[in-house]
Every structure is written in structure tokens, then in C-alpha cells.
């Protein structure tokens, strides 16, 4: 079992890890909460290998549980998913004294993690993340939210879980493109802030090579993301860095409908594209967005976008919730392991697609 504790000022909690967690999911939650009942909010697809495995588990404690299962997809991280979510649970006359657990990956993450921070003023939740995208990013740090029809992540707030449990072994039913789409965020945490991350996963020439080393690449992604939400919890400097590449890749997951490049993918093209336009302004040295794409292209990863117009792509930018008056703060590289935040005019970012 490996532990990390977020130290905040004004909370705390651990993020555990280890291979087969999922099956000891009852103790676990015993450890943390003596209420009654606990809502389980999880997709059709994490709902086939684990909703009942964590039902039982928690039944058997003697837990009154309500299982929530809404359809797989980014489309189900929206305001009628929230409403639909809200009558479920006062249905089920869930209290602030009760618990709430999102089973699943960034989608049920963030819309469960919402629903939490605003059903009554705030109801005690748990991450039991099953994507790797989910693992090492969404399910920690507080970031919980919903999407608009015009943007992503517009409607949101900080409230931060109880606890993370973390089962690797729950990966080895990802479909290979899911897998990838979290290693797409793992290169992410290598190129902002640790080079020997970056270098071990590029090191890396199979599948089965990866899975054994997935435990020390989860744990290292996490306390990365740590330690820079507890220097920064409210997203106002440091932690601007997590958002390398997602600018642009937020765009073009818009741009698609949500229905085109999943989340890793687009921001694996927003990387390359800032990393290469960081190279022809001087930034940083060549031969970084080489090796970047090497990377990618070894796990599936896209680098080009394709037949996206740039254009389209700053129009979507301009709603972005990261924009600050006339200005946004872009992430840009100096190095791999070594991310700096630089402030744009939004005309300008058409020059860094």
C-alpha cells in the first residue's frame, strides 16, 4: 500500500494506492465513515466489472446503498445529468451526514464531485477513480465540475474528497485507447515538472512493460499533482502549469463535440503544438518536440490536428474559462521537466496551433 496525504489549510486527505484495493473497498470506506447510507454514482461501463463488486462490498458492512448508473461518455457531465442526479439522491433522502462515491473516471469524477460541493450545501464524497486519466489527474485536487453546450468545464467549483483509493489493477480492463488517453496526461506531469518521469515512459516498448511499472508511474504522477495543489489550491499561479496543452486541447474536444479526439488525445496535440512553436520562438531547445512526439507515437497518441482549422480553434479558445480579460495565461516549455505560465493576448494564441 502506498500513501500520499494533500495537506491543505484547511483540509487533509490520503490518497492510497495499491493493486487490488478495489476488493478491500468496504473496510476502507468502514475506516473513514459511520453513517447509513452511501450513494454510488459510477457509467454503464465501470458498471459492468466493479458496480457490483463495491455495492456488495458495502452492503455486506451494512451500509443502505443506492447505486446511480448513467451512460458512458463525456455527454453525461451536463447540467440534465446534474439535475437527474439531484432528484435521485434526495429520492433517496441522502443527508449531509451521509456519503457519496464516484466509480468511475473523470466524467463521473467531476460531475459526482459537483453534485457533492452544491446538493445541500455540501455532501462528503470519495474518488475510487477507474481510468488511468482519473488516477493521476481528475480525482485529485479538488477541481469538480460540469460542461456548458459552450465549453467544457465552465460550470464548476474546489471541493475536495474524503479520499482517493487507487486500484492499478482495475486498468487491465481499459480498452487500449482509454489506457493511452491517460498516458497522454501521465507525459504531461514528465514534460511540466519531472524529467526522469518523462524519460522512464519513453523508455518503456510494451504493454506488458508498462503494467509493471504503472504502480511507480501512478504514484509519481500523484505526488506530483500534490505537491502542487497544496502550493497552490485555488488555481491563481503554480497550478496553472497542469494545464499544458489543454487549452488547445479543450478547443478541439469542443470543436469535435466531444465526440471526435478523447480528452489525452487532444491535449497530446495541444503538447506537441506548443512544444514546437516553443522551439521556433526560442523557448526551448531543439529537439524537444521530437522527442515529444516520439513518445505519443509509441502509445497511440495524435500530434497533428488533422484537418481542424486554427481559426476554429482560437474562436473556441476565446470561451475558455481560463481567460482573463483580454489575455490568458498559456503554458510553455523551457525544457522537459520544466513548464513556465505566459500571458497571451487571445489574438495571439492562433500563433502557438
Known amino acids: ?42 457509467d454503464t461501463n465501470v458498471d459492468k466489472f466493479y458496480g457490483d463488486i463495491v455495492n456488495n462490498a458495502l452492503e455486506e458492512k451494512g451500509y443502505d446503498t443506492l447505486k446511480v448508473v448513467l451512460p458512458a461518455g463525456e455527454k453525461s457531465k451536463s447540467m440534465d445529468s446534474l439535475m437527474a442526479l439531484y432528484n435521485k439522491l434526495l429520492d433517496f ?4 451526514g451521509n456519503l457519496i462515491i464516484a466509480l468511475g473516471g473523470g466524467v463521473i469524477g467531476d460531475l459526482t464531485g459537483f453534485c457533492a460541493s452544491t446538493l445541500l450545501r455540501g455532501i462528503p464524497f470519495v474518488q475510487i ?7 493521476i489527474d481528475s480525482s485529485i485536487g479538488g477541481k ?12 464548476g467549483s474546489f471541493y475536495h474528497p474524503k479520499a482517493v483509493f487507487i486500484d492499478p489493477n482495475v486498468l487491465q480492463t481499459l480498452e487500449r485507447k482509454f489506457l493511452n488517453d491517460g498516458l497522454g496526461e501521465a507525459i504531461k506531469y514528465g514534460l ?42 485555488k488555481d491563481t499561479g503554480e497550478r496553472m502549469i497542469l494545464n499544458f496543452g489543454h487549452t488547445i486541447g479543450h478547443a478541439i474536444e469542443k470543436i469535435q463535440n466531444y465526440e471526435g479526439y478523447s480528452h489525452g488525445e487532444a491535449v497530446s496535440i495541444g503538447m506537441y503544438s506548443i512544444a514546437k512553436r516553443c522551439e521556433d520562438m526560442g523557448f526551448c531547445p531543439e529537439g524537444v518536440s521530437e522527442s515529444i512526439k516520439e513518445v ?23 470561451v475558455d474559462k481560463k481567460n482573463i480579460g483580454k489575455s490568458m495565461n498559456l503554458i510553455l516549455l523551457k525544457d522537459i521537466g520544466e513548464s513556465f505560465i505566459h500571458k497571451v493576448s487571445r489574438d495571439e494564441i492562433v500563433n502557438f496551433i
Open 1 to 42: 500500500m502506498r500513501k500520499i496525504q494533500v495537506k491543505l489549510p484547511c483540509n487533509k486527505y490520503e490518497i492510497l494506492i495499491k493493486n487490488g484495493l478495489i476488493q478491500d473497498i468496504g473496510d476502507k470506506i468502514a475506516n473513514i465513515y459511520t453513517g447509513d447510507k452511501i450513494a454510488i454514482i459510477t
Open 93 to 96: 433522502n441522502l443527508n449531509r
Open 129 to 135: 477513480p477507474t481510468s488511468l486519466l482519473a488516477q
Open 144 to 155: 469538480v465540475a460540469v460542461d456548458l453546450p459552450r465549453g467544457k468545464n465552465l460550470v
Open 192 to 233: 511540466i515538472k519531472d524529467r526522469g518521469l518523462f524519460e522512464k515512459l519513453s523508455s518503456i516498448n510494451s504493454y506488458d512493460e508498462l503494467f509493471e511499472n504503472l504502480g511507480d508511474i501512478i504514484y509519481d504522477c500523484c505526488d506530483i499533482k500534490r505537491g502542487v495543489v497544496e502550493r497552490d489550491e
Open 296 to 318: 505519443l507515437v509509441k502509445f497511440n497518441l495524435p500530434c497533428s490536428i488533422g484537418d481542424i482549422k486554427k481559426e476554429d480553434i482560437a474562436k473556441a479558445i476565446s
